[in-house]
């Protein structure tokens, strides 16, 4: 009683002395961590000191150890780097401070890539191998997930044969590695080849993507920094359609993404922020990893940003914030709505026009007398699909389902004959340019649930009108060739 004993050297034989070791670092740590603005990482006996001011790190570097000196510590001066540095090794990691990026180090790459080689032989001669080996190799891979972010994905098969091989064995017993294995094998091993450096940066979202996904349909738009807001669109095929709905989600993300590829391209966006209503979507991407069932969407995700090198970050909105884009994946397609008439004769009045033939209409909802059926036979119709006749000697009212915008414009373009066409007023769209070019004038008439009445059908259904404003363009050649010019106008409804 009353004695102190102390360790001459780390006592690395016992099974607690790292736990020891580090609470006691730990007290010498936070007492220099008060006095002084150097930030001190440490890894058990490993400390790495980082300042901006290369003086100022040297001079304290020195007064840090002589803190630690006097506290009894002994400090291995031959294996101290003590000069500042923007390039280190560390942990087994290359730290490129200077351009904020990191890697393994060469010998750690030597290491792995000669344990990968040696597993990848053992297993396509189906060799025996120890449990415990195999779960040696899962545990350096996954520590690897600092660099290679998406690691948890390319150990699924590994880690299920090691559970399936415990069931009925211990870990020192041996086990046969299934070939199945070899296609994360191999891509491991090519990562570790390339070695590929990983930044450390976490980059401000230059703009952002919001999702959404319906049994039948899904929507994505993308917010720019400039105020515009671009659109896209799609429905579900029937395997699709099968398909749960964390999956779609997930789907309506990738599409996304893939459909505004020339977007970022040509705005040199570097990273995106990406909100969804689906919190499973949210959070397997956020950590890059996946329950089997979406482990493919998930890969195919990663894959297509490092493709587009571009950073996402996630955020889970409310469903009921999600208004556009729930919009869109729930948007009526077969054109079961139609212009209020009352907006229809002040449109006809302010450009002194009087359209003739309805394209896109039903007997319900036709706003001209003569019409052509959009679906179904009717009674009354002048012929039916307005696709199937040319376009001329009438003045047409063109109002076609959003997913035949572009087709109607290329119907038009044969004959150019005299119209009014109603679309959702959407820049982001192919289809967009070109209906800007062609007509005369355009006028926005408002919101969509202002201007535009849903059908019978569609309220039983529960489809959504088209998001956002509503827009009403002449196209006239006449007023071209008489020297007219394009007006603009347009109008706030509340």
Not at 192 to 221: F, H, Y
Not at 225 to 231: F, I, M, Q, S
Not at 347 to 372: H, S, Y
Request: hydrophobic share 40%.
């Amino acid at each position: 009683m009353g004695k102190v004993y102390q360790y001459r050297a780390m006592p690395f034989g016992t099974q607690h002395s790292p736990i020891f070791f580090a609470q006691a670092l730990a007290m010498v740590l936070t007492k220099i961590r008060r006095e002084s603005d150097i930030r001190i990482l440490n890894y058990v006996d490993d400390l790495l000191l980082l300042h901006q001011n290369k003086e100022r790190l040297r001079e304290q570097t020195l007064t840090i150890m002589k803190i630690l000196e006097a506290f009894g510590w002994t400090i291995a001066q031959e294996k101290c780097e003590i000069e500042p540095k923007q390039q280190i090794n560390f942990l087994g990691w290359t730290w490129d401070l200077k351009r904020m990026y990191i890697k393994m180090t060469d010998l750690r790459k030597q290491e792995l890539r000669y344990q990968l080689k040696r597993l990848i032989s053992l297993t396509e001669k189906q060799v025996p191998i120890k449990i415990k080996y195999l779960a040696s190799i899962i545990g350096k891979l996954n520590f690897l997930r600092v660099q290679v972010r998406e690691a948890s994905l390319y150990l699924k098969l590994m880690d299920s044969a090691k559970t399936r091989a415990l069931k009925n064995k211990e870990w020192k017993e041996n086990m046969i590695p299934p070939k199945k294995i070899l296609q994360e094998l191999y891509w491991w091993h090519g990562v570790i080849v390339r070695n590929q450096e990983m930044t450390l940066e976490v980059k401000i979202p230059e703009a952002v993507m919001v999702s959404d996904a319906s049994p039948k349909r899904w929507g994505v738009t993308l917010e720019l920094h400039t105020g515009d807001t671009l659109v896209q669109h799609g429905e579900w095929n029937k395997e699709q359609k099968r398909w749960t709905s964390n999956k779609k989600e997930m789907e309506a993300i990738f599409l996304g993404l893939f459909r505004y590829e020339q977007v970022f391209k040509e705005l040199q966006i570097k990273a995106i922020l990406i909100r969804s209503d689906s919190s499973t979507a949210v959070q397997d991407l956020a950590k890059q990893r996946a329950g089997q069932t979406l482990v493919a969407e998930v890969k195919k995700i990663v894959s297509l940003c490092q493709q587009l090198r571009i950073q996402i970050q996630t955020q889970h909105i409310p469903g009921v914030s999600n208004k556009i884009t729930d919009a869109l994946s729930r948007l009526n397609t077969q054109g079961d709505y139609s212009v209020k008439i009352e907006i229809f004769k002040a449109l006809c009045q302010a450009w002194q026009i009087i359209p003739t033939l309805d394209l896109f209409a039903t007997g319900e909802n036709k706003l001209v007398d003569r019409f052509v059926a959009i679906g179904e036979e009717e009674e009354g119709a002048e012929w039916l699909t307005a696709f199937s006749r040319p376009w001329k000697e009438e003045i047409f009212w063109i109002h076609p389902p959003i997913p035949k915008i572009g087709k109607a414009l290329i119907a038009w373009e044969k004959f150019k004959p005299k119209s009014i066409m109603i679309a959702p007023w959407l820049p982001g769209q192919i289809w967009f340019t070109s209906l800007l070019t062609d007509s005369n004038r355009y006028l926005i008439l408002g919101e969509s649930s202002l201007i535009l009445n849903p059908g019978k059908e569609m309220i039983r259904k529960k489809d959504m009108l088209p998001p956002g404003k509503i827009a009403a363009f002449l196209m006239d050649q006449e007023l071209i060739k008489e020297g007219g010019y394009q007006q603009n106008f347009q109008i706030t409804q509340t």
